[in-house]
């Protein structure tokens, strides 16, 4: 059944291949703003599975900003906000800086005091257990939060300089960035340290995981970067000068970048970003201001469209196979957007690259009627009637409600040939 994306190709056209193993910055990766001129200096961001992006300011305040712009204050009299991470009920467990102490703020924004006892405490991840990992950057430690609200060092040392920022990866260790220089430092759960990563500009800011990989804003180097599970590093966005120019990632600027959190679905990052930093020195700085930017990784559909139009459908479908192939990718829903490109193909007349496009949905989404159904009308408009008629069949099998499968049948048999 057709599902339409207005201006799709024209879109995509212009886009080219990327790796999937995560080197060099995908051409196709774009920046845009989504908030500016939030009241407040920068602290951490924390995305939930709504999509909604946490803000914090440095100061009393968490916003709530969701992507279209909309933006409230979701809490407020904090002392220091700036870490967060959110668990799976839609908590925000909230650092406080200049508290020494942990908040936990319910979807609600009411709040209490969950843990204390920390030093400086910024970047907060959550483990499987629900325990917290918390950066204590005054004391150059990471402190762990049991389920008894209990708080022990897990690690410290001469590696930590400010930690700052910390994620979990899916290997179950944590990654955390310094402020006062430029490494990441790997922390095993059981507490043991090493540098993995070495991140350009001189002070890092927050970590986050998504697509296989690591993202760290440079919070002295205007930049983002990528960094894989083998510790190579490559820019993810900006030039590197300062300003808020969006569009192709590697043309974008930033201005002093600090939290990062990925979207729910994995195919995009939240960064924000101070506009107005001064020195803590100056006699009368002004009033604080962060904004908050997009950055989108491109999809399944759009690199399809750019290997089509570079290597054909033979170049389309191995970077489909690839991208189902690839684990930080694999378990990413795209019959939605694949089916999308199979009907802008088919409306541009090219019937064999949007039957090669179906074909692969098919061959991903087996138990899914709808992509039977769209392949077997592509065969159809293509004068394959037969073809057309066995996917029409197999479509009804898995859903014998799909009228739109009965109809087409009744057509192609004819009237006196039945259902």
């Not at 918390?134 to 690690?155: F, M």
Request: aromatic share 8%.
């Amino acid at each position: 059944m057709k599902q339409i994306a207005v201006g799709l190709l024209a879109l995509l056209a212009v886009l080219t291949p990327i790796a999937l193993d995560g080197q060099a910055p995908a051409p196709g990766t774009r920046v845009r703003t989504v908030a500016d001129s939030l009241p407040g200096a920068v602290g951490g961001v924390a995305v939930d599975r709504l999509g909604a992006i946490y803000v914090a300011d440095f100061g009393e305040q968490v916003f709530k900003v969701w992507p279209d712009g909309r933006v409230s204050v979701f809490a407020t009299g904090l002392y220091g906000a700036s870490g967060n991470a959110i668990d799976p009920q839609g908590n925000l467990f909230q650092s406080n800086f200049s508290g020494n102490y942990v908040s936990r703020i319910d979807r609600h924004g009411n709040q209490e005091i969950y843990a204390e006892g920390f030093s400086g405490p910024v970047g907060v991840a959550i483990d499987s257990t629900g325990a917290l990992y918390v950066c204590n950057c005054s004391a150059n430690s990471i402190a762990r939060v049991g389920q008894d609200r209990s708080v022990t060092e897990v690690a410290s040392g001469d590696l930590f300089n400010c930690p700052n920022g910390i994620t979990r990866a899916p290997n179950g260790n944590y990654y955390v960035v310094n402020f006062s220089d430029g490494r990441m430092i790997e922390v095993t759960p059981s507490g043991a340290t090493r540098v993995f990563a070495e991140i350009p500009g001189g002070g890092n800011g927050h970590v986050t995981f998504a697509r296989g990989s690591l993202y760290a804003t440079s919070f002295r180097g205007q930049r983002i970067f990528q960094v894989t599970m083998n510790g190579d590093v490559s820019p993810l966005a900006g030039t590197g000068a300062f300003g808020g120019q969006n569009g192709s990632a590697l043309e974008a600027t930033f201005l002093w970048p600090n939290g990062i959190a990925a979207g729910p679905n994995g195919d995009r990052v939240y960064v924000n970003e101070h506009l107005n930093r001064t020195p803590p020195a100056a006699e009368a700085p002004p009033a604080p201001l962060s904004r908050v930017r997009q950055i989108t990784f491109p999809t399944l559909a759009s690199m399809m469209v750019a290997a089509l139009a570079e290597g054909g459908i033979d170049a389309m479908t191995r970077v489909h196979r690839e991208w189902k192939a690839a684990p930080a990718t694999s378990g990413q829903f795209t019959e939605v957007q694949v089916n999308q490109l199979g009907y802008q193909l088919m409306g541009q007349g090219r019937l064999d690259a949007a039957i090669a496009a179906f074909e692969l949905n098919v061959e991903s989404y087996p138990q899914s009627f709808n992509t039977y159904d769209s392949l077997a009308e592509a065969y159809m408009n293509d004068g394959q009637r037969e073809r057309a008629i066995e996917f029409y069949e197999q479509s009804l099998e898995r859903n014998p409600a799909n009228q739109n499968a009965v109809a087409k049948l009744r057509e192609l048999r004819g009237s006196s040939g039945g259902v």
